[in-house]
């Protein structure tokens, strides 16, 4: 099933074009590895399916319902807040339900709801549809799933009482991470979140990425990362995606390559029929000139045609500059 659809999209940053009618899609359980060089616009993207950008032109449909999470490079956090309240207020759901199960307590202890029959059994229906809704939340393991993620990614217990203000930018980057994993939403779009890991950290995210009910979408520099994680590379280029399925890093590396040469093949053999085609056109235009015969000026114009209707191979950019 589509998570969601890229349809057509453009986007611009003021003059500069970043990316160019791009379409894709993103289905259940993908585990993608977005990438591409430094500042062509996979961040841009993220953003757009998180919904945290407009596109200029296109359409990027979600899913009805897909609640998605999206990690930033510079995630927004409260800098008053511990990383524990900061990472244990990251699902807003289980916050409301707290907060409503709370009031319900009050409510029954209000002698006009328990001295009232009919009032007494709408509160305790409401809260027994509360609880339910509690337990599918995961409020019954949540406290400790937040400290175990917060001791997975490395932070001591001591740590956790820290105000986020304090913290440094790859700490505030492990919080974000934290509230994204605790919370599970149905599509993670993750930019770097391997930044500031050590071995451990990494490890875990790993293992929770390859285990994850849901889809993922990184961002990485990290080769390794890629090659257990994920089994779609899309490469962004250009404005537009290529997308090699079924690979890791390592495969993808390879399989682009061979593109590239056939690529370049079929570029040289095109140029090569283009030059002849051009050619045969001033030949002709050539010879109506000399003679005016109309026959000859009909060839040019027909042979035009086929080299206006071309569906042109681009040029392979086979060494990229670093």
Known sequence: MIAVNVDQVTYAYVSDLILDRLSWEVHDRARVGLIGQNGCGKSTLLRLIAGELAADAGF??????????????????APANTVWDEVLGASADLVRVERDLMLIEQRLADPEVYGDEGALARVLDRQERLVAEYGRLGGHTYVGRVRSTLVSLGFAEGDLKLSVGVLSGGQKKLVGLAKLLVTRPQLLLLDEPDNHLDLAGKAFLESFIRDYDGAVVIV??????????????VELEGGRLTRYPGCTYSQYAIERQLRLLRQQRLYVAQQKEIARIEAAITRFEEWASRVVNERHA??????????????????PVLDRRR
């Open 60 to 77: 990027v449909v979600r899913r009805r319902d897909l609640t998605v999470g999206y990690l930033s490079q510079e995630p927004r956090l």
């Open 220 to 233: 990485s520099h990290d080769r390794y990362l890629l090659d257990q994680v994920v089994d779609d590379i």
């Open 298 to 315: 009909r060839q040019a114009r027909s042979r035009q045609k086929m080299l206006d209707r071309m569906e042109r191979v681009d040029r």
